[in-house]
């Protein structure tokens, strides 16, 4: 990655920015690998997110201000998950995986310490689906959060949900409106309610 990011006139110009829209390109192969069950694709998608990583730790190597380079990311990476499982690397016990979730949590907690919200560390720029998903489930912290009720009859299966959501977007074109923007929205008021309610008390 050194001789490439040396040698290569593309290479040397690029920075973090710029190396955004493949991050985001490789992840969905990686994704479309593992949903189609392709091994070969699985090895050959994660060794590009693997050189992507290598690419920005290499920039950063290279950056003032920045200074920090592979074995860093390595050695923070160890670091973190040896905290997070001391139910293997310390005394701690955990023999279900809920056990485990409180150890991590609890590791995490700690770490995060500086945060005042539970929407902290959240991207925004996550896919809106996977967002809602998110939120949701940080809404569930935060009493008296309005979150839509679950319908009379809810899907069975995720073949189902699928072909719920999908409903819904039909419902959408046939309407002419923006599927994506309806939920973004929904989101945006979904969020302010959970920032509102944590400065009440009560709340965490």
């Known amino acids: 990655m050194r001789l490439v990011r040396e040698r290569c006139a593309w290479s040397r110009r690029i920075t973090h920015r710029d190396l955004v829209p493949y991050l985001i390109e490789e992840s969905a192969e990686f994704i479309d690998a593992i949903e189609a069950g392709d091994v070969a694709d699985m090895r050959e998608e994660l060794g590009d997110l ?82 809602a998903q998110k939120l949701l489930g940080k809404a569930e912290a935060v009493p008296g959060t309005a979150v839509p009720a679950r319908t009379a009859e809810p899907p069975a299966t995720e073949e189902e949900l699928g072909e719920a959501l999908l409903a819904l977007v039909a419902v959408a074109r046939a309407e002419g409106w923006d599927a994506e923007r309806a939920l973004r929205t929904r989101l945006r008021s979904l969020t302010d309610d959970i920032r509102s309610r944590e400065g009440r008390p009560g709340a965490i």
């Open 50 to 131: 693997l050189w992507q990583v290598l690419f920005h730790a290499e920039i950063a190597a290279g950056e003032q201000g920045e200074a920090f380079d592979i074995d860093d990311v390595a050695r923070g990476l160890s670091e973190k998950m040896i905290r997070r499982h001391p139910h293997v690397f310390a005394d701690a016990v955990a023999t279900t995986p809920e056990e485990v979730l409180v150890h991590w949590n609890a590791a995490k907690a700690a770490e995060k310490r500086a945060r005042t919200s539970v929407l902290d560390g959240v991207s925004e720029r996550m896919p809106s689906l996977a967002l």
